[in-house]
C-alpha cells in the first residue's frame, strides 16, 4: 500500500505552460498501458488548450478554486466536488483558472482497450 498526503507532497513545473502538478503515479504500467495521477494546479487567467488522448480516458476531480474546463463543444464552469470524465478521443481540457488561486485537481489518465 502507498499513503500519500497531497500537503506533504512539493509542486513541479509541467512541460505545459502555468501548468504545475504533483505527480502521484507516472507511467505506472498495468494491461496494455499506463496510467498517470496526481494534482494539476492551473492559475487564474488563460489556463491550458484543448487536446485529446487516443488511448486514455482523462477524469479530473476539482479540489480547490474554479475554473472553466472544455469538454467536446461545450465550456462549463467547476468547482470543488465536480468530476469531469472525457473519453479517449474527446477534446478536453482546462482553459481558464477563475479563482484568484486558480484552480487544482486531482486528474487521471486511464488507459483504454486497444482495438
Known sequence: MLLINENDMRWQDAAMANLQLKNILTN??????????????????????????????????????????????????????DIMHARAGEVHGMVEGISENGIEMFYILIPTEKK
Open 28 to 81: 505506472y504500467h498495468i494491461g496494455e498501458g499506463n496510467v498517470n495521477c496526481g494534482v494539476s494546479r492551473w492559475p487564474h487567467g488563460e489556463a491550458g488548450k484543448p487536446h485529446t488522448h487516443d488511448a486514455q480516458d482523462e477524469i479530473y476531480i476539482v479540489l480547490r478554486g474554479q475554473g472553466k474546463a472544455c469538454l467536446g463543444e461545450e465550456t462549463r464552469a467547476l468547482g470543488p466536488g
